[in-house]
């Protein structure tokens, strides 16, 4: 497994597109020989190609000259990569799957100052196929512009998602049984810290807590923080629900790390978990079993989710895939002493 962060000199379809005055959406039909493209266009973008010496991606995988290499894009950066152990484990499932069809990894780390960068490598004919790891939504522009196999490991924030073949879990639906799990055992007040904004698991976790808590009642928005899914963020958002709503009985945390966090807080405030406050997790981590308490938590498949991902691209990348393809894999609760 390499990791690589540089330039690279030879065009990429935006390139194209940007000579050529169209999109890069309008540049692949034209390359991929759709009739829906006027002739002007069609000229301008051939044009551009010839002018820049640009070279498919696809174009080469089609006459069998595969590079065996993919590239895996981190879109975190690099403070989060090495503390959070989620892409640890996800790393190891995706590592698995290519090593055993022979295929070379480069992790390319995603960061908004080096997206061009990324972009001209991505498209400079090194990888047959990329892999996309926690996309934010500042990040899909990537997804759009790949003349290349693609597949995200989590839904992509996007307006269309289902014209990308992605591997997700559960997390709506893990969420909702976590509040519901919190509502069986007598708590009322159950307040959240919700993930990022613009992630898909932040948004889809947030919408199964307030699936669970609206068919009990109007959700209060003061119940409502947001972190990063670091600990800092879940430690600094469950200060602020204790600021806002000093009676609540519970919080489900959106992840592990941030539930760290969130039993720093309480304990500092003098709030006994779980019986003066509740608390459920999600991700199931190693750390949720040595916490004190130990943490009920959401269990996702982390590792199958990195390795089912990295098989859609090698379908995609072998021609086996030639539809998008949505899975998403099941999640499941696992009661501790802290819920």
């Known amino acids: 497994m390499t990791v690589l962060d540089f330039s690279d000199p030879r065009p990429t379809l935006a390139d194209v597109a940007r000579a050529a005055g169209v999109s890069s959406a309008t540049a692949s039909r034209v390359l991929n020989g759709f009739p829906q493209v006027r002739d002007q ?10 002018a820049l010496g640009y070279v498919r991606q696809r174009a080469r995988a089609e006459e069998g000259q595969r590079t065996g290499t993919v590239a895996v894009v981190l879109c975190e950066d690099g403070l989060r990569l090495f503390s959070d152990p989620f892409f640890g484990r996800i790393m190891n499932g995706i590592n698995r799957e290519f090593t055993a069809a022979g295929v070379q990894v480069v992790v390319l780390m995603m960061q908004a100052a080096a997206q061009a960068t990324t972009f001209r ?22 997804l759009s512009r790949a003349d290349f196999p693609v597949v995200s490991a989590g839904r992509p924030m996007v307006p269309d998602p289902a014209r990308y073949t992605y591997v997700d879990v559960d997390n709506r639906g893990g969420a909702e049984a976590a509040v519901r799990h919190l509502q069986a055992t007598g708590r009322q007040r159950i307040a959240t810290v919700a993930g990022p904004k613009d992630m898909a698991p932040g948004r889809d976790r947030l919408a199964g807590y307030v699936a669970a808590i609206s068919g009990s009642g109007v959700v209060d928005p003061g119940s409502v923080a947001h972190g990063d899914f670091g600990q800092a963020s879940g430690e600094h958002a469950m200060r602020q629900l204790l600021d806002r709503r ?33 608390v459920i997790g999600f991700d199931n981590l190693p750390i949720s079993r040595t916490t004190d308490p130990p943490l009920t938590t959401v269990s996702q498949p982390v590792e199958a989710l990195g390795a089912r991902s990295a098989g859609e691209l090698l379908a995609a990348i072998g021609g086996t895939a030639r539809q998008p393809r949505r899975v998403v894999l099941g999640t499941t609760l696992v009661v501790r002493e802290s819920a």
């Open 41 to 50: 266009t069609r000229r301008q973008v051939e044009q551009a190609v010839r």
């Open 121 to 142: 490598y991505l498209g400079g004919g090194h990888v047959d196929g990329a892999l996309f790891v926690s996309t934010h939504a500042r990040y899909t522009t990537a």
């Open 246 to 278: 000093p009676g609540l009985d519970a919080v489900f945390v959106a992840s592990d790390v941030m539930a760290v966090g969130v039993l720093r807080a309480l304990r500092r405030a003098g709030r006994r978990v779980p019986d003066d406050v509740a």
